[in-house]
């Protein structure tokens, strides 16, 4: 069994809403030291493949499933057996 | 600048509906090896904070604003400046 977590993005270029909110309000708690604060999601797959297939699975799940390719972008890591 | 990402996820007790929804249609889509998808979210801070105040910051902003405790969890990671 292999563990791969994937971490969903917004793109460079997508104003994330959600992280400006909890930046503002970040400092009304007090904590100005925060410059930003921006927002993702991730999965965790557990996989029961060959490690040279991971990619390829990650891939189709992602590309499928995942990821909105109009405003987000992915990448992958694998955390181990 | 120190960045930091606070990884926030169900705590192992608690269901994880869109988890298992998208477990389901990930072998639906043709992937029977996905064994299991846990979904989590996490947050990227961009902290103008000395190394030896980042715990005392993230758990303060963890703990009143990111993680509701009753059904989630989270741990951190320093990825460097």
């Known amino acids: 069994m292999v563990n791969v977590r994937v971490f ?3 793109k460079q270029s997508v104003f994330d809403p959600q992280g400006d909110t909890i930046t503002k309000t970040v400092h009304t ?3 100005p030291e925060v ?3 921006k927002v993702g999601k991730f999965f965790d797959l ?3 493949t060959m ?3 991971i990619d390829t ?3 189709d799940i992602a590309t499928k499933l995942l ?5 987000e972008t992915y ?7």
Do not use: R
Not at 67 to 71: A, K, P, T
């Open 8 to 10: 969903v993005t917004y």
């Open 29 to 31: 708690i007090g904590h």
């Open 35 to 37: 410059e930003s604060v």
């Open 46 to 48: 557990s996989l029961d």
């Open 51 to 53: 490690p040279d297939q």
């Open 57 to 59: 699975v990650v891939k």
């Open 67 to 71: 990821v909105n390719f109009n405003m």
């Open 75 to 81: 990448t992958y890591q694998v955390l181990g057996d």
